[in-house]
T-cell receptor, first 113, second 111 residues
Framework: DTAVSQTPKYLVTQMGNDKSIKCEQN?????MYWYKQDSKKFLKIMFS???????INETVPNRFSPKSPDKAHLNLHINSLELGDSAVYFC????????????FGQGTRLTVV | DAKTTQPTSMDCAEGRAANLPCNHS???????VYWYRQIHSQGPQYIIH???NNETNEMASLIITEDRKSSTLILPHATLRDTAVYYC????????????FGQGTELSVKP
């Protein structure tokens, strides 16, 4: 059973489009995250939600909007996609408090053309 | 910015121990040392963490110096599947779990 699953795995879209990436975790964790890995392979946190409440917002453009319908899901919606948004996006989850083992999804490779 | 420095890359022979160093000279008393790895095209994977005592689990051992300014991750018998980028991260326990990744060490295990 996949602990943290993301869909889709690959996403190719044109500039200006709006797209969503979905994430679900079946671990019963309270905290979920979105990380972005750019072409230089640097991993950087974007958002964190604790039980549906936004905890961390790391100076991400307003075009990115996370949505957490329940504590098992954290989706990422991106408006007006730009070339620079091309990256691999990882979802992760941790138990309450967040500093124990983090489980990551397999990533969504977004390519904006 | 990451609070750790690691060598950019290392090689290790298959079956030998891989020793990956990490410097964290500005670590605070309440910060833990965490290690994650990322195998190509996969999500990062937790390996181990510790505060000041040495730690061991089924994957690896973590040796932290007495002054806590550096640590070493040891993979006792490296296999080809251990080829990955290894990240050393310092983190305050229960502070939201925000992981700050540096460049990591690219470990190549060779036959």
């Amino acid at each position: 059973d996949t602990a943290v699953s993301q869909t889709p795995k690959y996403l190719v879209t044109q500039m200006g489009n709006d797209k969503s990436i979905k994430c679900e975790q079946n671990l019963g964790h309270d905290t979920m995250y979105w990380y972005k890995q750019d072409s230089k392979k640097f991993l950087k946190i974007m958002f964190s939600y604790n039980n549906k409440e936004l905890i961390i917002n790391e100076t991400v453009p307003n075009r990115f909007s996370p949505k957490s319908p329940d504590k098992a899901h954290l989706n990422l919606h991106i408006n007006s996609l730009e070339l620079g948004d091309s990256a691999v996006y990882f979802c992760a989850s941790t138990p309450l408090g967040g500093a124990t083992e983090a489980f990551f999804g397999q990533g969504t490779r977004l390519t904006v053309v | 910015d990451a609070k750790t420095t690691q060598p950019t890359s290392m090689d290790c022979a298959e079956g030998r121990a891989a020793n990956l160093p990490c410097n964290h000279s500005t670590i605070s008393g309440n910060e833990y040392v965490y290690w994650y790895r990322q195998i190509h095209s996969q999500g990062p994977q937790y390996i181990i963490h510790g505060l000041k005592n040495n730690e061991t689990n089924e994957m690896a051992s973590l040796i932290i110096t007495e002054d806590r300014k550096s640590s070493t991750l040891i993979l006792p018998h490296a296999t080809l599947r251990d080829t990955a980028v290894y990240y050393c991260i310092v983190l305050i326990y229960n502070q939201g779990g925000k992981l700050i990744f540096g460049q990591g060490t690219e470990l190549s295990v060779k036959p």
